[in-house]
């Protein structure tokens, strides 16, 4: 962006002992160009130049900011329109015709005009065709205590610290049913929708759940005794001696 500075100033006095404030002077200048980036540092180091000067005294300073700015402009068969005026060619010469601004429509508003015409047409057809269609009301989304699981998974967490920080309650070693369930979005593994502890519908990954069909040791099955692993005898099984012949 650019800037045009305007000082306003008093010239300093032939004999150097003041100002002649009875004069206000004005001088303006311009910082870069609609097509130039300038800083505020640019400006600022500018104006506090001027400020510094003893051969007149700058008593105020106006900035403006020049940027780059649409104007409307529409185009006819004979004539062109910028803002509120209109030209055309009467021979050689450009006749200029000003326009009065109530009368006056640039292409925006013409275009929001447009469009508001073509969604009130759209508002028309929508309620001419809601109004034909019967309403049914809306059913509720099922809940997941309504559904029937789809198998049940164990909470067996390696690393506790998953729960820290986030709003879910899982007991280790604890069934939980698994309503549903997608592929994560990283493409690794799969998100589990399920009920906490704490009776909410959540979804958790599947990176701290087993099976509860996997169980090492089944609590209904007796663990063997170890004179059964002892195969130090025979106990009376008879097998062939190879050693004859």
Do not use: H
């Not at 206000?24 to 160009?33: C, E, H, P, R, V």
């Not at 400020?51 to 106006?62: P, Y």
């Amino acid at each position: 962006m650019a800037f045009e500075i305007v000082f306003k100033y008093y010239e300093c006095l032939e004999d150097g002992t003041d100002y002649d404030k009875n004069n206000i002077l004005s001088y303006t200048k311009n910082l870069g160009n609609i097509f130039e980036e300038v800083s505020l540092e640019k400006l600022a180091s500018m104006i506090l130049t001027q400020l510094a000067r003893r051969d007149v005294f700058v008593f105020d300073v106006e900035v403006f900011e020049l940027v780059k700015k649409k104007i409307s402009y529409k185009q006819s068969k004979n004539n062109i329109l910028i803002k509120n005026k209109k030209f055309g060619f009467s021979g050689d010469t450009i006749v200029v015709q000003e326009i009065e601004q109530p009368n006056l429509l640039s292409c925006k508003q013409e275009s929001e005009v447009d469009n508001n015409m073509a969604q009130l047409k759209s508002q028309q057809i929508l309620s001419a065709v809601t109004a034909a269609v019967p309403v049914t009301a809306a059913v509720p989304a099922k809940s997941l205590k309504d559904s029937r699981p789809i198998r049940k998974m164990i909470f067996v967490p390696s690393d506790t610290s998953y729960l820290k920080g986030k709003p879910l309650r899982f007991t280790p070693n604890k069934v939980y049913s698994v309503y549903r369930e997608k592929l994560a979005n990283n493409g690794i593994g799969m998100i589990l929708c399920t009920i906490d502890d704490m009776g909410r519908e959540v979804e958790v990954t599947d990176e701290y759940f087993i099976n509860d069909t996997i169980n090492l040791i089944n609590e209904n099955t007796e663990v063997l005794k170890e004179d059964v692993l002892n195969w130090s005898g025979s106990k009376g099984v008879d097998m062939p001696d190879l050693r004859r012949g």
